[in-house]
């Protein structure tokens, strides 16, 4: 049987994984996060590699703290930068395949228009800065790679947006949200089913890849929505970003093309607020 690390195995993504990889029945897959494997230290991930003769390596494992990346660069590089190298150097090392996941913060949101793998990237902050260093250090090492690009990332798992807005939306009658980030919200499971899928296929299309659920939305609409779904009374204001600033830039627009992904592999993507109806369920 075929053996699939998947890093960050306690964060979101990885929770995902784990609630359907028994879907995925030809192979075994094992969770790591801290302390069980620090992916900074490059000798304890080439031990663990020779340890269990892996056959495919998912990297969730990520600094992903926006705002807290601007003062703790060194931090967010060594786990987003030096991890991802690490990792793809032990993939090549002992001839697996890795899943490195990056976000839609590659880019600045200047263009316009959707974003495309090859349109040019350029970072606002530390934490996009980062994330796009470790997809080049990924494709600089091993061949055998797919890097997917997500944004807004939430599920049932975790802490994210829409645990936060559930929360607060209980708590608060009127809430003030930006509404002029436009981006797309894309739940966990379904980036989850695409990773299995790919290993099941035992893909060799390698590469860069967006993925994130279809459709556009501001953090606005994604929280009213939230609220719409969850049948919670709290009045939702939009804001300008200007009116709620933050360490770290974020991209106005970034919504990404999925052309791509779905021409190649048939992908069928659901629309964010479908998705988000089936989380929102799950959690109340």
Known sequence: ??????????????????????????????????????????????????????????????YTAVDNAESEQQLATSVNVLGAKNLAEACKA???????????????????????ENDPTNPLGVYGLTKLQGEQAVADTLKAHFILRTSWLYSEHGHNFVKTMLRLGAERDTLNVVGDQIGTP???GDLAHLILQLISQESDGYGTYHYSNEGVASWYDFAKAIFDLAKLDCNVLPILTEAYPTPAKRPAFSVMDKSKIKDKYRVQIPYWRESLGRVIQKLI
């Open 94 to 116: 002992y001839g697996a395949v890795m899943f490195q996941i990056s976000t839609d913060f590659v880019f600045d949101g200047r263009q316009g228009q959707v974003y495309a």
């Open 1 to 62: 049987m075929k053996k699939v690390l998947v890093t960050g195995g306690n964060g979101q993504l990885a929770s995902c994984i784990k609630d359907i990889d028994k879907t995925a029945e030809a192979y075994e897959f094992i969770y790591v996060d801290l302390p069980e494997l620090d992916i900074t230290d490059n000798a304890q991930v080439r031990g663990f590699f020779n340890a269990n003769e892996l056959s495919y390596c998912v990297n969730c494992a990520a």
């Open 186 to 188: 894309t739940y966990a």
